[in-house]
């Protein structure tokens, strides 16, 4: 059987002296052996459970953790499910860290589209990533009505055209003008808009912001606190009234 100093045993699992001896301390891992002169001597089993202890502990496990796991009778069992449980948390933070990498990009590409910026400018942007997630589901939501809407619509025209049948293009004009209506209504009042001059988020009139200007993120409006008119940044806004 073999047997190793401290150094050794520190060597072969990649950790400091010091680490192996306050491993000791903590009675993680007692040495099998003391020499005459009070050296510690470990054996093979000694270095196996070592690099479980060093295994454990990169997975994230504190070290009284792993005290009490190598102490139950079947710390197999137990460790595994440990793991699992360790491994859904790295999962998470994974996703929390892809998550503010997103948001570091968003936030270097909207200040690559500003001339000059201020803290206000930093601000609106940072109010802009915020509510985008909002905003894009409002934006399916609205996609998941409007795309089988305008195929009817087509679909209807297209009968009145080669059929002559144009009853269907009544009942859908009917149905569908009010329901566009009601849905840019509602997408307009769910939504707000951060004036480029004076960084105020503010609610337009439903029916300048149903006819202005607009592209994807922006609409040309009337800023409701300085006057300023021109193309604001859509943002989320919450339940409007």
Same mark, same amino acid.
């Given at each position: 059987m073999s047997q190793y100093t401290t150094g050794e045993l520190a060597k072969q699992c990649g950790v400091t002296v010091r680490t192996v001896q306050f491993y000791d301390q903590k009675g993680i891992l007692i040495p099998s052996a003391l020499t005459e002169g009070g050296r510690r001597l470990y054996s093979d089993e000694d270095l196996k459970r070592m690099k479980i202890i060093c295994f454990l502990r990169d997975t994230g496990l504190s070290l009284d953790t792993i005290g009490q796991l190598l102490k139950e009778e079947d710390p197999g069992s137990v460790i595994s499910v440990l793991l699992e449980?360790?491994?859904?948390?790295?999962?998470?933070?994974?996703?929390?860290?892809?998550?503010?990498?997103?948001?570091?990009?968003?936030?270097k590409k909207g200040l690559k589209e500003v001339s000059s910026f201020?803290?206000?400018?930093?601000?609106?942007?940072? $109010?802009?990533?915020?509510?985008?997630?909002?905003?894009?589901?409002?934006?399916?939501?609205?996609?998941?009505?409007?795309?089988?809407?305008?195929?009817?619509?087509?679909a209807?025209? $297209?009968?009145?055209?080669?059929?002559?049948?144009?009853?269907?293009?009544?009942?859908?004009?009917?149905?569908?003008?009010?329901?566009?209506?009601?849905?840019?209504?509602?997408?307009?009042?769910?939504?707000?808009y951060i004036c480029p001059q004076c960084h105020e988020v503010f609610r337009p009139a439903w029916k300048e912001a149903l006819f202005a200007k607009h592209s994807r993120w922006t609409r040309k409006l009337t800023c409701t606190k300085c006057g300023h008119h021109g193309f604001c940044v859509e943002t989320w806004g919450g339940d409007g009234a």
């Open positions: 449980q360790q491994e859904q948390q790295l999962q998470e933070e994974i996703r929390e860290r892809r998550e503010k990498q997103d948001r570091l990009a968003e936030l201020s803290i206000e400018t930093i601000g609106d942007i940072a $109010a802009v990533m915020e509510g985008k997630k909002n905003l894009g589901t409002l934006r399916r939501n609205l996609l998941f009505v409007g795309i089988p809407l305008n195929v009817l619509g087509w209807a025209l $297209a009968l009145w055209i080669i059929k002559g049948i144009w009853q269907p293009c009544v009942v859908l004009a009917v149905i569908g003008i009010p329901l566009g209506i009601w849905l840019a209504y509602r997408y307009i009042r769910k939504v707000a």
